[in-house]
């Protein structure tokens, strides 16, 4: 059996094919950040879900995770699902690697991530070229759920929001400065709490003082991940991610305003990449 996941930093999502329908069963886990997880978290994860029931049947996984940019993280991921699902062969790659072919159409393209984090790179079908590096949560990840995230709470606690939209989140969330504190600088995945407080903004995109913090972050995302790329402008702009995803019509907006080609725009890349993961298979057969 064959086991597909796409990871982010906030949610895994696993699909198991069935080997005699055309029948796939989907499962999700908290995401296998390897930056933000150790290995005896991902399999005590992996023990509560229920792939649990499979763990001995599965006989080659294919694991797409954000953080697994290099060959420790990927090692570390590796290793951990080595441990658990024992009789399967194990490959880790990269999430640009998962947004690529799920969004490949043919041609050379400039390929993005906006979810939890932000990256981009440009593919050519087979290759992958990163021009601008991912700087991740702290300095980076422009246009991404964190760094709006961060945006709504720098406001709301420096008193800046509209007093409407102020009472609105208080309402909604009831945080303080000190649960902000603990989450951001004392427990795991700052990165991923941060990034909550993202439909905030989507919920309230009809607010001025939002639509400019959308276009500008968003525009700052081009001016350092797409615009960065020779030629970027006869290109298609492929993006993956659930932030792409709810900010459609704002990258549609920026990309004409710097005459940039939008190609598609993809919530979760999993179905795709079951469906070239069974082309191959039946390739080899």
């Not at 989907?26 to 933000?36: A, K, L, R």
């Not at 759920?145 to 606690?157: D, M, S, V």
């Not at 600088?185 to 990165?191: A, D, G, H, R």
């Not at 500008?216 to 492929?238: A, P, T, W």
């Amino acid at each position: 059996m064959i086991l597909i996941a796409d990871s982010g930093s906030t949610k895994c999502t696993w699909a198991l094919p069935s080997k005699t329908k055309q029948e796939v069963q989907y499962f999700t886990t908290i995401g296998f950040n390897p930056y933000f997880i150790d290995k005896e978290k991902i399999i005590s994860h992996l023990e509560q879900s229920e792939l649990n029931n499979y763990a001995n049947d599965i006989t080659e996984i294919h694991f797409y995770g954000a953080g697994c940019s290099n060959e420790k993280m990927r090692k570390l991921i590796a290793d951990s699902l080595i441990s658990f699902f024992k009789n399967a062969t194990i490959s880790v790659k990269h999430d640009l690697d998962a947004a690529c072919i799920a969004t490949y159409n043919g041609g050379e393209n400039i390929c993005c991530i906006l979810g939890t984090g932000s990256n981009s790179c440009f593919y050519d079908g087979k290759n992958i070229l990163e021009a601008a590096p991912s700087l991740g949560f702290i300095v980076g990840d422009e246009a991404s759920g964190n760094y709006f995230g961060k945006k709504i709470l720098n406001l709301y606690f420096n008193n800046k929001l509209p007093e409407k939209l102020k009472e609105k989140f208080r309402k909604q969330y009831k945080i303080n400065i000190k649960d902000f504190s603990e989450n951001v600088y004392q427990k795991e995945k700052p990165n991923k709490y941060l990034a909550t407080f993202f439909r905030f903004l989507t919920q309230n995109k009809e607010e001025v003082l939002f639509q400019k913090i959308i276009k500008d972050g968003v525009r700052e995302f081009f001016d350092l991940h797409v615009c960065c790329y020779e030629n970027y402008q006869n290109h298609q702009i492929h993006f993956a991610g659930s932030v792409a995803h709810f900010l459609e019509d704002e990258l549609k907006e920026v990309a004409k305003e710097l005459n940039c080609k939008i190609g598609q725009i993809i919530q979760n890349p999993i179905n795709n990449l079951v469906k070239h993961h069974q082309k191959i298979v039946v390739r080899n057969h």
